[in-house]
């Protein structure tokens, strides 16, 4: 008789699921859609390595409500293990997404993804759903930051992203470093496809940063001080097309914390009204308890824009 895994430990993140969709008026359809997404990544968790994370953004209030965005993250876990196993991974990923996405350029970014299955990755899978839309997003993991705060990152990462780019026969345009590089990921949506670039900032890349985005992080620094561990990096947003070198389309600011901060306590609030107030976000606090509140998780990371939105990434 076949046994069916059951991953007991997700029990608690399929909660946190339910009372989020409440909260952020999720329809039906997006909450039947969600689910068989979380259940997907859930069945091939065999070894438990899988954590979830909740993503979504504010300014005036949450933008795009109804959308609701979930990330898997399985640090050293499926596709770090050796070749066969990213390729498993991979071709998991692009089975799940491959009939819900019309993005042209899907094929030609699985098949980029194949070129460094060699090397030891982490590969990160997660989609927005809003109805029965979907849009998926990539993230192959370069470097990252222990709990203590030691930076490290893979061997290679120039020859990874070489092939990367060979492989979508374009040219990239971001400036930094592939030594300052942390992850590469790609947004796959109804017909445009994007890439991402995640670098460290550092003495030698802040200045791909324009004057206010380094002194609001300066700030948030004295801020924090050394009450809450954290550090930061930045993304930039390309589109993936070989006839244009226009710049990044968007860019953010991450404030990640290596400390606990929970999802639902006072003085995280208090906290938030603080980090707000220096990053230009006008959302008020008691529509942020309404949110946050829903869901009994860690605040794993804030990212900030120019013109003050601000994402939220909740480990659940």
Request: net charge positive.
């Amino acid at each position: 008789m076949k046994v069916l895994h059951k991953n007991i430990s997700h029990l608690k993140t399929k909660k946190n699921l339910l009372k989020f969709m409440k909260a952020f008026a999720a329809s039906a359809e997006t909450k039947k859609n969600l689910m068989w997404f979380f259940r997907q990544l859930v069945d091939r968790d065999t070894s438990e390595k899988t954590e979830f994370e909740l993503s979504f953004k504010v300014k005036d209030d949450v933008l795009h409500k109804g959308e609701i965005r979930l990330l898997n993250i399985d640090a050293r876990g499926y596709s770090y293990q050796d070749e066969l196993s990213f390729l498993e991974r991979l071709l998991f990923y692009k089975k799940m997404m491959w009939g819900k996405t019309t993005c042209e350029r899907k094929k030609q970014i699985f098949s980029a993804l194949e070129t460094v299955a060699k090397t030891p990755l982490d590969l990160y899978g997660g989609a927005d759903i809003f109805g029965k839309k979907f849009s998926f997003a990539f993230w192959l993991i370069l470097g990252g930051v222990e709990q203590s705060g030691k930076i490290s990152f893979v061997r290679n990462a120039d020859k990874i992203l070489k092939n990367i780019f060979d492989a979508l026969e374009i040219r990239p345009t971001y400036a930094v470093s592939a030594g300052d590089i942390l992850n590469l990921g790609f947004d796959l949506e109804e017909k445009s496809a994007f890439y991402k670039i995640y670098y460290i900032l550092n003495g030698e890349t802040e200045k791909f940063i324009n004057e206010r985005e380094k002194k609001v992080t300066l700030e948030l620094g004295r801020l924090l001080g050394k009450s809450i561990k954290h550090w930061f990096f930045v993304s930039e947003r390309y589109i993936i097309d070989e006839t244009t070198k226009k710049g990044p389309g968007r860019r953010k600011i991450y404030l990640e914390f290596l400390d606990l901060v929970p999802t639902a306590e006072e003085k995280t609030f208090t906290l938030m009204a603080k980090i707000f107030k220096l990053v230009g976000c006008p959302i008020q606090l008691s529509l942020l308890r309404n949110y946050l509140g829903a869901v009994d998780g860690r605040i794993v990371i804030i990212a900030f824009e120019e013109d003050g939105t601000v994402t939220f990434y909740i480990r659940i």
